[in-house]
């Protein structure tokens, strides 16, 4: 599957932004979908994961309800809603794939499928 995230950008502290992720090539319901963050000199870190059917979801603890992963399989994209975004939300934020639920899904290297990467840069 190849994945294209895009809607990243410059946003104030206090603001919103959308990411969205389309996948292209095989049948994108039979995938869980994460999200994942890597801000510079720090280590990429789990953000939320979407189950196939979008049924059940999984956050990082840093999330604390601000944010909120879905998907819609007729559009074979994923999405990400960030709300009330801090300025230590600024980084480079990924989409993945892979196709088990399971703990191991928090885990970047557990990913065989990489979305580019969108930058989200937070203004105090």
């Known amino acids: 599957v190849q994945l294209q995230a895009s809607g990243g950008g410059p946003v104030q502290a206090g603001g919103s932004l959308r990411l969205s992720c389309a996948a292209s090539g095989r049948t994108f319901s039979s995938y869980v979908m994460g999200w994942f963050r890597q801000a510079p000199g720090k280590e990429r870190e789990f953000v939320a994961r979407?189950?196939?059917?979008?049924?059940?979801?999984r956050y990082g603890d840093f999330v604390k309800g601000r944010f909120t992963i879905s998907r819609n399989n007729a559009k074979s994209t994923v999405y990400l809603q960030m709300n009330s975004l801090k300025p230590e939300d600024t980084a480079v934020y990924y989409c993945?794939?892979?196709?088990?639920?399971?703990?191991?899904?928090?885990?970047?290297?557990?990913?065989?499928?990489w979305g580019q990467g969108t930058l989200v840069t937070v203004s105090s």
């Open positions: 979407i189950n196939w059917y979008g049924s059940s979801t």
């Open positions: 993945a794939a892979r196709t088990n639920w399971g703990p191991s899904a928090d885990s970047a290297d557990s990913y065989a499928n």
